[in-house]
Protein backbone atom coordinates (compact mmCIF):
# COMPACT_ATOMS: atom_id res chain seq x y z
CA UNK A 1 0.00 0.00 0.00
CA UNK A 2 1.28 3.18 -1.04
CA UNK A 3 1.76 5.45 2.24
CA UNK A 4 -1.21 7.46 2.67
CA UNK A 5 -0.93 9.63 5.54
CA UNK A 6 -3.31 9.13 7.86
CA UNK A 7 -3.82 13.20 9.79
CA UNK A 8 -6.03 14.77 12.24
CA UNK A 9 -9.51 15.00 11.08
CA UNK A 10 -9.41 12.37 8.59
CA UNK A 11 -12.95 9.78 9.33
CA UNK A 12 -12.41 6.05 8.33
CA UNK A 13 -14.07 2.30 10.16
CA UNK A 14 -12.25 2.08 12.96
CA UNK A 15 -12.22 -1.58 14.65
CA UNK A 16 -13.93 -1.94 18.37
CA UNK A 17 -15.63 -3.99 20.64
CA UNK A 18 -19.05 -3.29 21.47
CA UNK A 19 -20.41 -4.22 24.70
CA UNK A 20 -21.33 -7.89 23.80
CA UNK A 21 -17.69 -8.09 22.92
CA UNK A 22 -18.16 -8.45 19.60
CA UNK A 23 -16.13 -6.57 16.66
CA UNK A 24 -17.47 -3.87 15.03
CA UNK A 25 -16.18 -0.65 12.48
CA UNK A 26 -17.93 2.43 13.73
CA UNK A 27 -16.69 5.64 11.57
CA UNK A 28 -14.07 7.84 13.82
CA UNK A 29 -12.18 10.92 13.26
CA UNK A 30 -8.75 10.81 13.93
CA UNK A 31 -8.11 13.64 16.67
CA UNK A 32 -4.71 13.04 17.44
CA UNK A 33 -1.53 11.12 15.95
CA UNK A 34 1.39 10.14 17.62
CA UNK A 35 4.68 7.85 17.42
CA UNK A 36 6.06 5.57 20.32
CA UNK A 37 9.10 3.38 19.80
CA UNK A 38 8.57 3.78 16.03
CA UNK A 39 5.25 2.95 16.05
CA UNK A 40 1.90 5.07 14.83
CA UNK A 41 -0.65 5.80 17.53
CA UNK A 42 -3.98 7.26 16.76
CA UNK A 43 -6.23 8.94 18.91
CA UNK A 44 -9.92 8.70 17.66
CA UNK A 45 -13.82 9.75 18.48
CA UNK A 46 -16.41 7.34 17.26
CA UNK A 47 -18.59 9.61 15.36
CA UNK A 48 -21.85 8.51 17.15
CA UNK A 49 -21.09 7.55 20.65
CA UNK A 50 -20.04 9.32 23.51
CA UNK A 51 -16.79 10.58 24.06
CA UNK A 52 -15.83 8.66 27.14
CA UNK A 53 -14.86 5.75 24.15
CA UNK A 54 -12.55 7.94 22.58
CA UNK A 55 -9.29 5.96 22.72
CA UNK A 56 -5.75 5.63 21.27
CA UNK A 57 -5.48 2.36 18.78
CA UNK A 58 -2.78 1.02 17.04
CA UNK A 59 -2.96 1.43 12.71
CA UNK A 60 -4.09 -2.55 12.13
CA UNK A 61 -7.71 -1.53 13.77
CA UNK A 62 -7.90 1.36 10.41
CA UNK A 63 -10.16 0.61 8.38
CA UNK A 64 -7.56 2.36 4.82
CA UNK A 65 -10.10 1.44 2.23
CA UNK A 66 -12.63 4.19 3.39
CA UNK A 67 -10.33 6.87 4.55
CA UNK A 68 -11.96 10.35 4.02
CA UNK A 69 -10.25 13.63 4.29
CA UNK A 70 -11.12 15.87 6.49
CA UNK A 71 -12.75 18.76 4.04
CA UNK A 72 -10.96 21.95 4.15
CA UNK A 73 -14.08 24.54 5.14
CA UNK A 74 -14.95 23.41 8.40
CA UNK A 75 -15.11 20.83 10.51
CA UNK A 76 -17.92 18.96 12.30
CA UNK A 77 -19.89 21.89 13.13
CA UNK A 78 -20.59 21.56 16.39
CA UNK A 79 -20.29 24.24 19.04
CA UNK A 80 -16.76 24.54 20.54
CA UNK A 81 -15.56 23.07 17.77
CA UNK A 82 -16.05 19.43 20.45
CA UNK A 83 -17.26 17.11 18.02
CA UNK A 84 -17.17 14.44 21.09
CA UNK A 85 -19.24 16.13 23.73
CA UNK A 86 -22.70 15.74 22.50
CA UNK A 87 -24.87 13.85 25.28
CA UNK A 88 -26.14 10.89 23.59
CA UNK A 89 -27.07 7.46 25.12
CA UNK A 90 -24.66 5.40 27.00
CA UNK A 91 -23.31 3.77 23.67
CA UNK A 92 -25.11 5.67 20.65
CA UNK A 93 -26.27 8.48 20.35
CA UNK A 94 -30.28 8.84 20.27
CA UNK A 95 -31.83 12.29 20.17
CA UNK A 96 -31.62 13.83 17.15
CA UNK A 97 -32.03 17.53 16.59
CA UNK A 98 -35.54 17.26 14.78
CA UNK A 99 -36.65 15.03 17.23
CA UNK A 100 -35.64 17.50 20.51
CA UNK A 101 -37.30 20.30 18.53
CA UNK A 102 -40.12 17.99 18.03
CA UNK A 103 -40.62 17.35 22.03
CA UNK A 104 -39.51 20.41 23.22
CA UNK A 105 -42.88 22.01 20.92
CA UNK A 106 -44.70 18.85 22.60
CA UNK A 107 -43.86 19.84 25.76
CA UNK A 108 -45.11 23.41 24.95
CA UNK A 109 -48.38 22.29 23.99
CA UNK A 110 -48.69 20.27 27.08
CA UNK A 111 -47.82 22.95 29.23
CA UNK A 112 -50.77 25.72 27.49
CA UNK A 113 -52.76 22.84 27.68
CA UNK A 114 -52.28 22.35 31.42
CA UNK A 115 -53.05 25.74 31.67
CA UNK A 116 -56.64 25.84 30.16
CA UNK A 117 -57.86 22.64 30.67
CA UNK A 118 -58.27 20.09 34.08
CA UNK A 119 -55.86 17.35 33.83
CA UNK A 120 -57.71 13.57 34.51
CA UNK A 121 -55.63 10.59 35.19
CA UNK A 122 -57.01 7.56 35.00
CA UNK A 123 -55.60 4.75 36.92
CA UNK A 124 -55.58 1.42 34.73
CA UNK A 125 -54.31 -0.57 37.75
CA UNK A 126 -57.12 -2.43 38.54
CA UNK A 127 -59.38 -4.03 35.58
CA UNK A 128 -62.09 -2.56 37.79
CA UNK A 129 -63.61 0.77 37.26
CA UNK A 130 -61.30 3.61 36.15
CA UNK A 131 -59.74 5.48 38.59
CA UNK A 132 -58.91 9.27 37.75
CA UNK A 133 -57.07 12.60 38.90
CA UNK A 134 -58.24 15.48 38.34
CA UNK A 135 -55.07 17.41 37.69
CA UNK A 136 -54.80 21.55 37.01
CA UNK A 137 -51.86 23.19 36.32
CA UNK A 138 -51.51 27.15 37.33
CA UNK A 139 -48.92 29.30 36.69
CA UNK A 140 -46.96 29.43 33.18
CA UNK A 141 -43.56 27.76 33.49
CA UNK A 142 -40.55 27.77 30.51
CA UNK A 143 -39.87 24.30 30.03
CA UNK A 144 -36.06 23.02 30.54
CA UNK A 145 -34.88 20.91 27.92
CA UNK A 146 -33.60 17.47 29.32
CA UNK A 147 -31.47 16.63 26.63
CA UNK A 148 -29.02 19.16 26.45
CA UNK A 149 -26.95 21.00 24.26
CA UNK A 150 -23.48 20.88 23.41
CA UNK A 151 -20.47 21.35 25.92
CA UNK A 152 -22.15 25.15 27.85
CA UNK A 153 -19.74 25.97 30.56
CA UNK A 154 -20.32 24.66 33.76
CA UNK A 155 -19.10 25.38 37.09
CA UNK A 156 -17.05 22.76 38.06
CA UNK A 157 -13.36 23.41 38.86
CA UNK A 158 -11.74 26.03 40.63
CA UNK A 159 -8.83 27.35 38.45
CA UNK A 160 -5.78 29.20 40.31
CA UNK A 161 -3.16 30.74 38.81
CA UNK A 162 0.14 28.65 37.84
CA UNK A 163 2.21 28.46 40.36
CA UNK A 164 5.71 27.03 40.52
CA UNK A 165 6.18 23.50 42.07
CA UNK A 166 8.87 22.49 44.69
CA UNK A 167 9.66 19.16 46.17
CA UNK A 168 10.18 16.30 43.33
CA UNK A 169 7.77 14.21 45.11
CA UNK A 170 5.16 16.16 43.31
CA UNK A 171 2.24 17.45 45.22
CA UNK A 172 3.45 15.60 47.89
CA UNK A 173 4.75 18.45 50.22
CA UNK A 174 2.35 18.49 52.97
CA UNK A 175 1.32 22.09 51.89
CA UNK A 176 1.51 21.82 48.08
CA UNK A 177 -2.62 21.22 47.93
CA UNK A 178 -3.25 22.75 51.00
CA UNK A 179 -5.67 25.86 50.64
CA UNK A 180 -3.45 27.76 53.01
CA UNK A 181 -1.10 27.62 50.54
CA UNK A 182 -3.24 27.99 47.44
CA UNK A 183 -3.16 25.26 45.50
CA UNK A 184 -0.39 25.42 43.64
CA UNK A 185 0.70 22.42 42.00
CA UNK A 186 -3.08 21.98 41.34
CA UNK A 187 -5.42 22.60 38.13
CA UNK A 188 -3.41 24.56 35.10
CA UNK A 189 -5.16 26.35 33.96
CA UNK A 190 -6.02 30.27 33.18
CA UNK A 191 -8.68 32.32 35.17
CA UNK A 192 -10.67 33.10 32.05
CA UNK A 193 -12.56 29.91 31.12
CA UNK A 194 -14.99 31.25 27.87
CA UNK A 195 -12.16 32.83 26.12
CA UNK A 196 -9.94 29.98 26.59
CA UNK A 197 -11.71 26.94 25.86
CA UNK A 198 -10.73 27.21 21.53
CA UNK A 199 -7.16 27.33 22.65
CA UNK A 200 -7.61 24.43 25.09
CA UNK A 201 -10.05 22.06 22.99
CA UNK A 202 -7.00 20.48 20.97
CA UNK A 203 -5.61 19.38 24.50
CA UNK A 204 -8.95 19.11 26.64
CA UNK A 205 -11.00 17.07 23.82
CA UNK A 206 -8.87 14.41 24.76
CA UNK A 207 -7.99 12.08 28.18
CA UNK A 208 -4.98 12.84 29.60
CA UNK A 209 -4.83 10.77 32.89
CA UNK A 210 -4.28 6.99 32.09
CA UNK A 211 -4.97 5.49 35.54
CA UNK A 212 -6.02 6.77 39.07
CA UNK A 213 -5.63 4.20 42.28
CA UNK A 214 -7.83 5.51 45.18
CA UNK A 215 -8.02 3.35 47.98
CA UNK A 216 -8.43 -0.52 46.77
CA UNK A 217 -9.47 1.04 42.66
CA UNK A 218 -7.92 1.53 39.87
CA UNK A 219 -9.91 4.03 38.07
CA UNK A 220 -9.70 4.69 34.20
CA UNK A 221 -10.67 8.30 33.43
CA UNK A 222 -13.27 8.86 30.56
CA UNK A 223 -12.58 12.48 29.60
CA UNK A 224 -9.68 15.37 30.47
CA UNK A 225 -8.75 16.90 33.89
CA UNK A 226 -6.87 19.65 34.74
CA UNK A 227 -4.07 17.76 36.97
CA UNK A 228 -0.77 19.42 36.79
CA UNK A 229 0.87 18.44 33.08
CA UNK A 230 3.86 16.60 34.71
CA UNK A 231 1.49 14.11 36.13
CA UNK A 232 -0.40 13.12 32.83
CA UNK A 233 2.47 11.39 31.90
CA UNK A 234 2.76 8.92 35.05
CA UNK A 235 1.40 5.46 34.13
CA UNK A 236 -0.76 5.65 37.44
CA UNK A 237 -1.61 8.74 39.43
CA UNK A 238 -2.01 7.97 43.08
CA UNK A 239 -4.67 9.79 45.20
CA UNK A 240 -5.13 9.61 49.12
CA UNK A 241 -8.89 8.32 49.12
CA UNK A 242 -9.54 10.01 52.28
CA UNK A 243 -8.11 13.75 51.27
CA UNK A 244 -8.00 13.35 47.89
CA UNK A 245 -4.55 14.54 47.54
CA UNK A 246 -2.60 13.31 44.19
CA UNK A 247 0.76 11.96 44.42
CA UNK A 248 3.12 10.82 41.66
CA UNK A 249 4.26 7.60 43.20
CA UNK A 250 3.20 4.74 45.37
CA UNK A 251 6.27 5.92 47.52
CA UNK A 252 4.74 9.09 48.32
CA UNK A 253 1.88 7.80 48.77
CA UNK A 254 2.69 5.79 51.23
CA UNK A 255 4.89 8.42 53.11
CA UNK A 256 1.70 10.51 53.12
CA UNK A 257 -0.61 7.80 54.31
CA UNK A 258 1.76 7.97 57.34
CA UNK A 259 0.85 11.66 58.27
CA UNK A 260 -2.47 12.06 56.99
CA UNK A 261 -4.67 11.07 59.54
CA UNK A 262 -8.00 11.68 57.80
CA UNK A 263 -10.50 8.74 57.34
CA UNK A 264 -13.68 9.89 56.40
CA UNK A 265 -14.36 13.38 54.14
CA UNK A 266 -13.90 16.46 55.72
CA UNK A 267 -16.91 18.53 56.76
CA UNK A 268 -20.13 17.66 58.94
CA UNK A 269 -21.81 13.90 59.04
CA UNK A 270 -25.05 14.89 58.06
CA UNK A 271 -26.79 11.02 57.59
CA UNK A 272 -26.05 7.76 58.44
CA UNK A 273 -27.91 4.91 58.06
CA UNK A 274 -26.52 1.54 58.07
CA UNK A 275 -22.86 1.64 56.38
CA UNK A 276 -23.84 4.79 54.19
CA UNK A 277 -23.17 8.17 55.44
CA UNK A 278 -23.36 11.81 53.60
CA UNK A 279 -21.07 14.62 54.63
CA UNK A 280 -21.61 18.22 53.93
CA UNK A 281 -18.18 19.90 52.91
CA UNK A 282 -18.32 24.21 52.29
CA UNK A 283 -16.25 24.70 49.66
CA UNK A 284 -15.06 28.19 51.02
CA UNK A 285 -13.94 26.28 54.40
CA UNK A 286 -12.42 22.82 52.83
CA UNK A 287 -10.75 24.71 49.40
CA UNK A 288 -7.99 22.19 48.64
CA UNK A 289 -10.63 19.04 49.31
CA UNK A 290 -13.35 20.55 46.95
CA UNK A 291 -10.63 21.38 44.37
CA UNK A 292 -9.28 17.68 44.48
CA UNK A 293 -12.92 16.62 44.10
CA UNK A 294 -13.27 18.92 41.21
CA UNK A 295 -9.94 17.19 39.67
CA UNK A 296 -11.01 13.63 40.61
CA UNK A 297 -14.69 14.46 39.11
CA UNK A 298 -14.08 15.81 35.85
CA UNK A 299 -12.06 13.03 34.85
CA UNK A 300 -15.88 11.56 34.25
CA UNK A 301 -17.79 14.22 33.64
CA UNK A 302 -17.54 15.81 30.03
CA UNK A 303 -19.84 18.98 29.92
CA UNK A 304 -18.40 20.69 32.56
CA UNK A 305 -16.14 23.31 32.29
CA UNK A 306 -14.14 24.25 34.93
CA UNK A 307 -14.79 27.56 37.21
CA UNK A 308 -12.53 29.72 39.05
CA UNK A 309 -14.22 29.07 42.43
CA UNK A 310 -15.42 26.19 44.91
CA UNK A 311 -16.45 29.11 47.48
CA UNK A 312 -20.43 29.44 45.92
CA UNK A 313 -20.75 25.49 46.10
CA UNK A 314 -21.03 22.84 49.15
CA UNK A 315 -20.54 19.30 48.09
CA UNK A 316 -22.28 16.34 49.50
CA UNK A 317 -20.19 13.46 49.49
CA UNK A 318 -21.42 10.23 49.92
CA UNK A 319 -19.40 7.02 51.54
CA UNK A 320 -19.67 3.86 52.54
CA UNK A 321 -18.17 2.41 55.88
CA UNK A 322 -15.83 -0.24 56.87
CA UNK A 323 -13.48 -1.50 59.29
CA UNK A 324 -10.39 0.90 57.54
CA UNK A 325 -12.62 3.90 56.96
CA UNK A 326 -14.91 5.91 55.32
CA UNK A 327 -14.90 5.09 51.57
CA UNK A 328 -15.98 7.74 48.91
CA UNK A 329 -18.83 6.46 46.20
CA UNK A 330 -19.86 9.35 44.70
CA UNK A 331 -20.91 13.17 45.56
CA UNK A 332 -22.68 16.22 44.14
CA UNK A 333 -22.20 19.91 44.53
CA UNK A 334 -24.65 22.63 44.92
CA UNK A 335 -25.02 26.06 45.09
CA UNK A 336 -25.39 27.61 48.01
CA UNK A 337 -27.55 30.04 46.53
CA UNK A 338 -29.51 29.21 42.75
CA UNK A 339 -30.89 31.56 41.36
CA UNK A 340 -32.73 29.24 39.05
CA UNK A 341 -33.58 26.44 41.21
CA UNK A 342 -30.38 24.51 40.78
CA UNK A 343 -30.64 21.70 43.17
CA UNK A 344 -27.48 19.78 42.05
CA UNK A 345 -24.61 21.26 39.96
CA UNK A 346 -22.28 18.23 39.35
CA UNK A 347 -23.37 14.81 40.62
CA UNK A 348 -21.26 11.35 39.95
CA UNK A 349 -21.05 7.88 41.14
CA UNK A 350 -17.50 6.75 40.66
CA UNK A 351 -17.20 3.85 38.04
CA UNK A 352 -16.54 1.17 40.52
CA UNK A 353 -19.90 1.85 42.18
CA UNK A 354 -21.68 2.50 38.99
CA UNK A 355 -25.10 0.66 38.57
CA UNK A 356 -25.96 -0.70 41.64
CA UNK A 357 -28.74 2.17 42.76
CA UNK A 358 -25.79 4.93 43.97
CA UNK A 359 -26.32 7.22 41.73
CA UNK A 360 -30.15 6.75 42.45
CA UNK A 361 -29.60 7.53 46.23
CA UNK A 362 -27.48 9.99 45.58
CA UNK A 363 -30.20 12.06 43.77
CA UNK A 364 -33.30 11.02 46.27
CA UNK A 365 -30.63 12.90 48.67
CA UNK A 366 -30.74 15.56 47.19
CA UNK A 367 -34.53 15.94 46.97
CA UNK A 368 -34.80 15.30 50.68
CA UNK A 369 -32.51 18.01 51.25
CA UNK A 370 -35.12 20.46 48.86
CA UNK A 371 -37.94 18.93 51.64
CA UNK A 372 -35.90 20.27 54.46
CA UNK A 373 -35.46 23.88 52.74
CA UNK A 374 -39.19 23.40 51.59
CA UNK A 375 -38.02 24.44 48.07
CA UNK A 376 -38.38 22.45 45.04
CA UNK A 377 -35.36 21.83 42.93
CA UNK A 378 -33.82 20.57 39.48
CA UNK A 379 -30.33 19.32 38.31
CA UNK A 380 -28.31 22.27 36.36
CA UNK A 381 -28.27 21.93 32.73
CA UNK A 382 -26.95 20.26 30.68
CA UNK A 383 -27.59 17.09 31.96
CA UNK A 384 -25.06 14.00 30.70
CA UNK A 385 -26.73 10.93 29.23
CA UNK A 386 -26.27 9.23 31.59
CA UNK A 387 -27.40 12.08 33.97
CA UNK A 388 -30.61 12.12 32.07
CA UNK A 389 -31.25 8.29 32.40
CA UNK A 390 -30.58 8.41 35.84
CA UNK A 391 -32.90 11.43 36.64
CA UNK A 392 -35.67 9.74 34.91
CA UNK A 393 -35.60 6.78 36.21
CA UNK A 394 -35.66 8.79 39.50
CA UNK A 395 -38.48 10.97 38.19
CA UNK A 396 -40.24 8.20 37.12
CA UNK A 397 -40.75 6.33 40.02
CA UNK A 398 -40.83 9.08 41.89
CA UNK A 399 -44.16 10.26 40.41
CA UNK A 400 -45.60 6.68 39.66
CA UNK A 401 -45.35 6.17 43.53
CA UNK A 402 -47.47 8.89 44.54
CA UNK A 403 -49.86 8.46 41.88
CA UNK A 404 -50.39 5.01 42.42
CA UNK A 405 -50.63 5.47 46.09
CA UNK A 406 -53.65 7.80 45.70
CA UNK A 407 -56.22 6.64 46.91
CA UNK A 408 -59.99 7.49 45.87
CA UNK A 409 -63.08 9.02 47.86
CA UNK A 410 -66.41 7.46 47.96
CA UNK A 411 -65.64 5.95 44.48
CA UNK A 412 -64.75 9.62 42.92
CA UNK A 413 -61.66 9.63 40.94
CA UNK A 414 -58.85 10.99 43.13
CA UNK A 415 -57.01 13.87 42.43
CA UNK A 416 -53.54 15.71 42.48
CA UNK A 417 -52.64 18.82 40.53
CA UNK A 418 -49.18 19.06 38.85
CA UNK A 419 -48.44 21.77 41.89
CA UNK A 420 -49.13 19.13 44.42
CA UNK A 421 -46.63 16.41 43.03
CA UNK A 422 -44.19 18.63 42.88
CA UNK A 423 -44.84 20.13 46.56
CA UNK A 424 -44.50 16.55 47.78
CA UNK A 425 -41.31 15.20 46.14
CA UNK A 426 -39.59 18.66 45.36
CA UNK A 427 -39.19 17.73 41.93
CA UNK A 428 -39.46 21.30 39.64
CA UNK A 429 -42.98 21.18 38.15
CA UNK A 430 -41.57 21.17 34.66
CA UNK A 431 -39.74 17.83 35.64
CA UNK A 432 -43.27 16.64 36.82
CA UNK A 433 -44.62 17.43 33.71
CA UNK A 434 -41.90 16.25 30.96
CA UNK A 435 -41.28 12.61 32.78
CA UNK A 436 -45.40 12.63 32.99
CA UNK A 437 -44.52 13.21 29.19
CA UNK A 438 -42.00 10.83 28.91
CA UNK A 439 -43.60 8.45 30.15
CA UNK A 440 -46.43 8.37 27.74
CA UNK A 441 -49.50 8.73 30.54
CA UNK A 442 -51.11 11.73 28.74
CA UNK A 443 -54.64 10.81 26.65
CA UNK A 444 -57.61 12.89 26.07
CA UNK A 445 -60.37 11.26 26.80
CA UNK A 446 -63.91 12.63 26.14
CA UNK A 447 -62.87 15.88 26.22
CA UNK A 448 -60.57 16.14 29.00
CA UNK A 449 -56.63 15.04 29.69
CA UNK A 450 -56.50 11.61 31.20
CA UNK A 451 -53.43 10.06 32.86
CA UNK A 452 -53.47 6.57 31.69
CA UNK A 453 -51.55 3.62 34.02
CA UNK A 454 -51.55 0.97 31.71
CA UNK A 455 -50.79 -2.29 33.42
CA UNK A 456 -47.39 -2.25 31.73
CA UNK A 457 -46.32 1.06 33.22
CA UNK A 458 -47.87 -0.28 36.78
CA UNK A 459 -46.65 -3.42 37.01
CA UNK A 460 -43.11 -2.40 35.37
CA UNK A 461 -42.99 0.02 38.57
CA UNK A 462 -43.46 -2.43 40.98
CA UNK A 463 -40.94 -4.96 39.43
CA UNK A 464 -38.66 -1.85 39.59
CA UNK A 465 -39.82 -0.62 43.00
CA UNK A 466 -38.53 -4.56 44.39
CA UNK A 467 -35.22 -4.01 43.00
CA UNK A 468 -34.62 -0.34 44.47
CA UNK A 469 -33.11 -1.49 48.03
CA UNK A 470 -31.26 1.48 48.93
CA UNK A 471 -33.04 4.09 49.96
CA UNK A 472 -32.90 7.12 52.03
CA UNK A 473 -34.27 7.11 55.25
CA UNK A 474 -35.08 10.71 55.99
CA UNK A 475 -35.12 10.22 59.63
CA UNK A 476 -31.44 9.54 59.49
CA UNK A 477 -31.07 13.08 57.84
CA UNK A 478 -29.63 15.57 60.25
CA UNK A 479 -29.68 19.14 57.93
CA UNK A 480 -30.61 22.71 59.35
CA UNK A 481 -30.87 24.67 55.88
CA UNK A 482 -28.46 28.03 56.03
CA UNK A 483 -29.52 30.65 54.47
CA UNK A 484 -26.96 31.96 52.46
CA UNK A 485 -28.02 35.54 51.57
CA UNK A 486 -27.74 36.63 54.89
CA UNK A 487 -24.02 35.58 55.10
CA UNK A 488 -22.54 38.87 53.72
CA UNK A 489 -20.54 36.53 51.54
CA UNK A 490 -20.58 32.98 52.23
N1 LIG B 1 -26.22 2.38 30.63
C1 LIG B 1 -27.56 2.30 30.69
N2 LIG B 1 -28.29 2.72 31.78
C2 LIG B 1 -27.61 3.22 32.81
C3 LIG B 1 -26.20 3.33 32.81
C4 LIG B 1 -25.49 2.88 31.66
N3 LIG B 1 -24.16 2.92 31.59
N4 LIG B 1 -25.81 3.87 34.00
C5 LIG B 1 -26.93 4.10 34.70
N5 LIG B 1 -28.02 3.71 33.99
C6 LIG B 1 -29.42 3.78 34.41
C7 LIG B 1 -29.71 2.62 35.31
O1 LIG B 1 -30.19 1.55 34.59
C8 LIG B 1 -30.72 3.17 36.28
O2 LIG B 1 -32.01 3.12 35.77
P1 LIG B 1 -33.03 1.97 36.23
O3 LIG B 1 -32.92 1.81 37.70
O4 LIG B 1 -34.35 2.51 35.79
O5 LIG B 1 -32.56 0.77 35.49
C9 LIG B 1 -30.37 4.65 36.35
O6 LIG B 1 -29.60 4.94 35.21
C10 LIG B 1 -29.63 4.99 37.61
O7 LIG B 1 -28.74 3.99 37.94
P2 LIG B 1 -27.90 4.06 39.27
O8 LIG B 1 -27.19 2.76 39.46
O9 LIG B 1 -28.72 4.57 40.39
O10 LIG B 1 -26.87 5.22 38.88
P3 LIG B 1 -25.28 5.21 38.94
O11 LIG B 1 -24.82 4.95 40.32
O12 LIG B 1 -24.74 4.40 37.85
O13 LIG B 1 -25.01 6.77 38.68
C11 LIG B 1 -24.60 8.61 37.31
C12 LIG B 1 -25.57 7.49 37.64
C13 LIG B 1 -24.34 9.46 38.55
C14 LIG B 1 -25.18 9.52 36.24
C15 LIG B 1 -23.28 7.93 36.82
O14 LIG B 1 -23.52 7.30 35.61
C16 LIG B 1 -22.12 8.88 36.64
O15 LIG B 1 -21.48 9.28 37.60
N6 LIG B 1 -21.83 9.26 35.37
C17 LIG B 1 -20.72 10.11 35.06
C18 LIG B 1 -20.97 11.53 35.49
C19 LIG B 1 -22.27 12.07 34.95
O16 LIG B 1 -22.57 11.94 33.79
N7 LIG B 1 -23.05 12.72 35.83
C20 LIG B 1 -24.28 13.37 35.52
C21 LIG B 1 -24.00 14.66 34.85
S1 LIG B 1 -25.42 15.73 34.82
C22 LIG B 1 -25.26 16.69 36.22
O17 LIG B 1 -24.22 16.65 36.83
C23 LIG B 1 -26.38 17.53 36.71
ZN1 LIG C 1 -4.71 12.09 52.70
Known amino acids: VASVEVIEGCRLPVLRKNQENEDEWPLAEILSVKETAGRKLYYVHYIDFNKRLDEWVTPDRLDMKKLQFPK ?14 RPGSPEREMVSAPVLTFLIIKIIMIIRKLLQIPYWIRS ?12 QVSPATPVSTLSAS ?85 PILYLC ?58 C ?41 DYNVACILTLPPYQRRGYGKLLIEFSYELSKVEGKTGTPEKPLSDLGLLSYRSYWSQTILEILMDLKSDNGERPQITINEISEI ?35 GHE ?27 W
Open 72 to 85: KEAKTPTKNGLPGS
Open 241 to 298: EFCLKYLKSLKCLQRHLTKCNLRHPPGNEIYRKGTISFFEIDGRKNKTYSQNLCLLAK
Open 150 to 234: NGTARRLMPSQPGRKRKANCVGTDEDSQDSSDGIPSAPRMTGSLVSDRSHDDIVTRMKNIDCIELGRHRLKPWYFSPYPQELTAL
Open 463 to 489: RAMQKRHLRIDPKCLHFTPKDWSKRGK
Open 300 to 340: FLDHKTLYYDTDPFLFYVMTEYDSKGFHIVGYFSKEKESTE
Open 124 to 135: AKRKADPVSLAM
Open 425 to 459: TSVKKEDVISTLQYLNLINYYKGQYILTLSEDIVD
